[in-house]
């Protein structure tokens, strides 16, 4: 099998999980941050700057690799990471979220997905046989299975009907999978907010065995309470031996709090994003550097930080060259938005080493500046 799972540690405090993952392009230690490089790349940054920062592994997408350059010129290519010379684990979803989220025309049957392109208007069609053959060519290492991704609020007989269409297309894919010993596809367990559908969802899909399983159609625009009791739901459905991955969550709070709830993996291109306006991430809450407060500020971003951006450059600096939009200024509040997470969860694993992550979530959120009211961002 392509992929496994080496439980290392359960927490005695919270009852969360310290493991490793193991594929074909090495290890991750889990529980991990997975930065985000959508079009084959994490905007800005240079493989060797991720590896500085310890990132175990990155996530790529399905459907924009498939609108440009296309699955084959990558197959051509011998595969996403030659292309992009990244020679540790990758991950690519599996363009479900995109084409619900992108595609404003889209037409969903049982066969797939008919849509236009977000970039030229081009009719296109995703299918979970579709999906999996692109993700064969793209070649990552972990593969997500297609599915629908509801919208948030949205009614219970819909979320119904979609989650079993999201199973039987799971097995369809499961199907089609080209390259099982190389690629460890994961099934997507769907439901919206109704826990009774979390887990009709959780027993289909782990009744096909797959290496892995994601929780999806969460961090759509509920509250983060109701997000964390459809993890405490969802989560104890779900063998233990096989990794867990909490898709599109990447708020310090939630890492922390999906952590305690037995998540093992996390993608978000939060920090990337907020990057690109001057928001930072800081052991001291929420940083806008690009804020007038900072212009005579020689001090660094975050003075408990070991990162590049904090060892070398001052607020001030930053602050001029994300004003004068410069793309220095843009790689280094990005390098240290990604440092900060991956660095939050080498702390995490450490905590749950020493059975101590409540009392980690206790300190962190404290000296976060976090309230019941305003966690994150």
């Known amino acids: 099998m392509a992929i496994t799972y080496e439980a290392i540690k359960t927490c005695k405090q919270s009852g969360a999980r310290l493991g490793r993952v193991h594929t074909p392009h090495?290890?991750?230690?889990?529980?991990?941050?997975?930065p985000v490089g959508t079009q084959a790349t994490v905007k800005t940054m240079s493989p060797e700057e991720l590896k500085e920062m310890d990132a175990h592994i990155i996530l790529s997408n399905t459907y924009h690799l498939f609108l440009r350059?296309?699955?084959e010129l990558v197959r051509e290519a011998g595969?996403?990471?030659?292309?992009?010379?990244w020679d540790r684990p990758i991950l690519t979803d599996s363009g479900g979220f995109q084409v619900f989220s992108l595609s404003e025309l889209r037409k969903i049957t049982e066969e797939g997905v008919q849509f236009r392109s977000h970039l030229n208007g081009d009719k296109l069609f995703l299918s979970p046989e579709k999906?999996?053959?692109?993700?064969?060519?793209?070649?990552?290492?972990?593969?997500m299975a297609f599915d629908e991704c509801p919208p948030y609020p949205a009614e219970?007989?819909?979320?119904?009907?979609?989650?079993e269409r999201t199973s039987r297309w799971a097995e369809r894919c499961l199907a089609a999978h080209a390259r099982p010993e190389e690629q460890g596809l994961f099934a997507i367990v769907q439901g919206g907010m109704y826990a009774d559908?979390?887990?009709?969802?959780?027993?289909?899909?782990?009744?096909?065995?797959?290496?892995?399983?994601?929780?999806?159609g969460l961090s759509v625009g509920e509250s983060k309470p109701l997000m964390y009791e459809m993890l405490e739901c969802t989560v104890p459905l779900l063998p233990q031996g096989k990794p867990r991955y909490l898709m599109g969550v990447g708020s310090p709070d939630a890492l922390v709090e999906g952590a305690i709830r037995g998540i093992d993996m996390f993608d978000c291109v939060l920090p990337t994003r907020i990057a690109r306006n001057g928001t930072c991430m800081t052991s001291q809450g929420r940083l806008v550097v690009r804020n007038a407060q900072y212009a005579r500020d020689f001090g660094p971003l975050d003075p408990n930080c070991g990162c590049y951006t904090c060892k070398h450059y001052s607020r001030?600096?930053?602050?001029h060259l994300i004003k004068a939009d410069e793309t220095f200024g843009i790689r280094l509040t990005t390098y240290h938005n990604l440092y900060f997470l991956l660095d939050l969860m080498r702390q995490v694993r450490q905590a749950i080493m020493e059975d101590r992550l409540l009392d980690f979530r206790d300190e962190f959120f404290e000296r976060y500046g976090m309230n019941e009211n305003d966690k994150g961002f």
């Open 156 to 163: 219970y007989d819909y979320v119904k009907r979609s989650l």
């Open 131 to 143: 999906a999996m053959e692109i993700q064969n060519a793209l070649g990552a290492d972990i593969i």
């Open 69 to 71: 350059p296309g699955h």
């Open 79 to 85: 595969g996403l990471h030659r292309f992009m010379n």
């Open 197 to 216: 559908l979390r887990a009709e969802s959780a027993a289909q899909l782990t009744s096909l065995d797959f290496p892995g399983y994601a929780i999806g």
């Open 316 to 319: 001030a600096y930053l602050r």
């Open 26 to 34: 090495g290890v991750i230690e889990t529980p991990a941050f997975m």
